[in-house]
């Protein structure tokens, strides 16, 4: 079954305590983003990557990382969580920017 | 300034009645989709629609890329069909992302 897949769907963490969240399709796709959604503010856009070993900032990439060793995984690293990152985080692929994006289940973080 | 812009951002239904969501961009548009979020938050794939008329089952959706707006309908609403409605597009001034709209929040009362 072609599908996006994102581990762990729910975590609660403390400040400062280092986190990745996985990302992984089974699609083939180039093109992989993470997106963060807040009430009010909608779904934006965290961090993107065209290929392997090619990633670039989105609309609000401050405090993350990310990497694209491989192309069907792309991990999100939180390397010092704040609360202010408390959010619903989607991970998304496609065959490019421009195609038909497959969403993953989502990954609801609280960081206390 | 706003980009991408949905209306309305609220609809309540009657089981069985039918709808129309707007979207409406500001830009040339390489990429247009409609998803729909569930009570879960999962989103939904519904339409690649960056141009024409898609059918699938009650829902349907056209996109008028040279007059900038895309549409959704619900037809014979289900209560199932509750949830928000999100238009994304990637404008071609500002390619490789998806920008959302707001969203339109829909709820079908039995």
């Known amino acids: 079954e072609a599908q996006v897949t994102q581990n762990p769907r729910y975590l609660i963490t403390v400040t400062g305590k280092k986190l990745t969240v996985t990302c992984s399709q089974n699609?083939?796709?180039?093109?992989m983003s993470w997106y963060r959604q807040d009430p009010g503010l909608g779904l934006r856009q965290i961090y993107y990557?065209?290929?392997?070993?090619?990633?670039d900032k989105g609309d609000v990439p401050e405090g993350y990382k990310v990497s694209r060793k491989e192309k069907r995984n792309f991990p999100l690293i939180l390397e010092s969580p704040s609360p202010n990152q408390t959010s619903l985080y989607f991970c998304?692929?496609?065959?490019?920017?421009?195609?038909?994006?497959?969403f993953g289940p989502g990954t609801r973080l609280t960081v206390t | 300034g706003i980009q991408v812009e949905q209306s309305p951002p609220d609809l309540i239904l009657q089981e069985g009645a039918n709808s129309t969501l707007r979207c409406n961009f500001s830009?040339?548009?390489?990429?247009l989709q409609w998803f729909h979020q569930n009570p879960w938050g999962q989103l939904i794939n519904l339409f690649y629609?960056?141009?024409g008329t898609k059918q699938n089952g009650r829902l349907s959706a056209t996109t008028v890329a040279t007059e900038r707006y895309s549409l959704l309908y619900i037809s014979s609403s289900q209560t199932t069909d509750s949830g928000v409605y999100f238009c994304?597009?990637?404008?071609?001034?500002?390619?490789?992302?998806?920008?959302f709209g707001g969203g339109t929040r829909v709820l079908v009362k039995p």
């Open positions: 998304a692929s496609s065959w490019t920017s421009s195609h038909e994006q497959y």
């Open positions: 699609m083939n796709h180039e093109y």
């Open positions: 990557s065209m290929n392997v070993e090619v990633t």
């Open positions: 830009d040339s548009v390489n990429n």
């Open positions: 629609i960056p141009s």
């Open positions: 994304a597009v990637e404008l071609g001034a500002a390619g490789n992302k998806l920008t």
